[in-house]
């Protein structure tokens, strides 16, 4: 079992930037594929950006440009480095790991909300 503890959420203006970390509660955390996901009010939770063990990175396409994904294999911890932030960024944002088809695993969310 994995435990994964998001912080760096909170309010900020458009235009603004946050930098959420995941720190996460295994020694192997280099074998995950780690995640970003976001899911705003009424909304399906959505695929933000991803790394994979290899540091290859995917992002949605709403985030290119703005947002960077990154990880520290050495302080189990992966980041979202999110500039430029508008106001259809605002949701939950959670972090996911996952390791071939069986296992994946969720934090619990931290709260980003993008607003003058």
């Known amino acids: 079992q994995v435990q994964l503890v998001e912080s760096g959420g909170g309010l900020v203006q458009p235009g603004g930037s946050l930098r959420l970390s995941c720190a996460a509660s295994t020694s192997s955390f280099s074998i995950y594929t780690m995640g970003w996901y976001r899911q705003a009010p009424g909304k399906q939770r959505e695929l933000v950006a991803f790394?994979?063990?290899?540091?290859?990175?995917k992002y949605t396409d709403s985030v290119k440009g703005r947002f960077t994904i990154s990880r520290d294999n050495a302080k189990s911890t992966v980041y979202l480095q999110m500039n430029s932030l508008k106001p259809e960024d605002t949701a939950v944002y959670y972090c996911?790991?996952?390791?071939?088809?069986?296992?994946?695993?969720w934090g619990q969310g931290t709260q980003v909300t993008v607003s003058s």
């Open positions: 790394i994979t063990s290899s540091r290859s990175t």
């Open positions: 996911n790991a996952k390791f071939a088809a069986t296992e994946s695993y």
